[in-house]
């Protein structure tokens, strides 16, 4: 059963899937399509608001000039913008259900990393290119660009 599991894992990485944990089950979800909407959030997108949520760590609340309410409520807003891009519900009391916002944190680092490693060049598909005048693959030829490939299907009469 284990090479079941290495299959289907195998290809959850081909198919650039992002698994995680929703509060109730593991979720599949296209990472390319919750970075598009990461990054298509006016929220995530908004520079005051990036330079405001990494200062958050260094600042000191010594006066009482109501920053202290102000950085909650920017963290409070993080954390339901972040549970919007994931279709995650917060964390219930009630209920009992959703992720606390350690585990929301933790989901954001995990999609961070995800994103990081999607960008090295070893997590693209390989490309096969001829070497050292040998081909390492049949079809080895790189692709016409666009000039020649439109240039080639103009000039061809029938």
Request: glycine share 6%; proline share 6%.
């Amino acid at each position: 059963m284990n090479w079941l599991r290495y299959l289907f894992a195998s290809r959850f990485r081909r198919a650039g899937l992002f698994r995680y944990w929703d509060g109730r089950r593991t979720r599949y979800a296209d990472g390319y399509r919750l970075w598009r909407a990461y990054v298509a959030d006016p929220f995530f997108s908004d520079q005051e608001t990036l330079e405001n949520l990494a200062a958050l760590g260094t600042r000191r609340y010594d006066a009482d000039d109501g920053q202290a309410q102000r950085d909650m409520a920017l963290l409070d807003r993080f954390f339901e913008e972040l549970a919007k891009v994931f279709s995650v519900r917060r964390f219930d009391p009630d209920t009992g259900r959703g992720l606390t916002d350690t585990e929301l944190a933790a989901l954001f680092c995990r999609f961070e990393q995800w994103i990081m490693q999607k960008k090295t060049p070893d997590a693209l598909l390989p490309i096969w290119w001829p070497t050292a005048g040998k081909e390492s693959s049949p079809s080895a030829t790189p692709p016409p660009t666009s000039e020649s490939a439109s240039s080639s299907t103009l000039s061809a009469s029938p």
